[in-house]
Antibody, heavy 121, light 108 residues
Framework: QLLLQESGPGLVKPSETLSLTCTVS??????????WGWIRQPPGKGLEWIGS???????YYNPSLKSRVTISLDTSKNQFSLKLTSVTAADTAVYYC?????????????WGQGTLVTVSS | SYVLTQPPSVSVAPGKTARITCGGN??????VHWYQQKAGQAPVLVIY???DRPSGIPERFSGSNSGNTATLIISRVEAGHEADYYC???????????FGGGTKLTVL
């Protein structure tokens, strides 16, 4: 059974960089069948896709966040990471990592439990 | 950019059928995926490729997609189905994942 677990600071100061890690167990992120992605959800609001990455380095990012986002994979640790620079209060959200099933379309399954990141001084 | 429109809320009596719509321009030409998110929990995939169910998802969950509307159908609704439901597509022209705004299902 594939499990994903997010980790990282729960509080980030404005203008700083948000950094999160997703640890994958029960499967390899080097799989040629899947991408690995991040999605976020501001409190009381809907889901927003952040970006997805393949083990080869191929990636897709939400255009609205692309200038501030980096996703990377560490195959030696079976982890992938998210960095979001220059954060503001609008970046306060629950951040989820997920496996991305990709082909002619993309969907997310399974998801991690999520981690709340608050941007505040 | 491509927009998915969901009704903010749908209410249904126990034992009845709930239909949650997801509107988009010619959405029938895209594959639609649906997620269930119960309060305080992570989303769970309940339908992919318009109407396929992942293993472990009951047959009471089904889906359809045609024209400008995709629909998630939950038959014999029970209290445990109360949740937010999100539709999602892949915009291949922009290489962009899009989520609908979500629909809160209330069981009366």
């Amino acid at each position: 059974q594939l499990l994903l677990q997010e980790s990282g600071p729960g509080l980030v100061k404005p203008s700083e960089t948000l950094s999160l890690t997703c640890t994958v167990s029960g499967g390899s992120i080097s799989s040629r069948s899947y991408y690995w992605g991040w999605i976020r959800q501001p409190p009381g609001k809907g889901l927003e896709w952040i970006g997805s990455m393949f083990y080869s380095g191929s990636s897709y990012y939400n255009p609205s966040l692309k200038s501030r986002v980096t996703i990377s994979l560490d195959t030696s640790k079976n982890q992938f990471s998210l960095k979001l620079t220059s954060v503001t209060a609008a970046d306060t959200a629950v951040y989820y990592c997920a496996r991305v099933i990709s082909g002619s379309t993309n969907w997310f399954d399974p998801w991690g439990q999520g981690t709340l990141v608050t941007v505040s001084s | 950019s491509y927009v998915l429109t969901q009704p903010p809320s749908v209410s249904v009596a126990p034992g009845k059928t709930a239909r949650i719509t997801c509107g988009g321009n010619n959405i029938g030409s895209k594959s639609v995926h649906w997620y269930q998110q119960k309060a305080g929990q992570a989303p769970v995939l309940v339908i992919y490729y318009d109407s396929d169910r992942p293993s472990g998802i009951p047959e009471r969950f089904s889906g359809s997609n045609s024209g400008n509307t995709a629909t998630l159908i939950i038959s014999r609704v029970e209290a445990g189905h109360e949740a937010d439901y999100y539709c999602q597509v892949w915009d291949s022209s922009r290489e962009h994942v899009i989520f609908g705004g979500g629909t809160k299902l209330t069981v009366l």
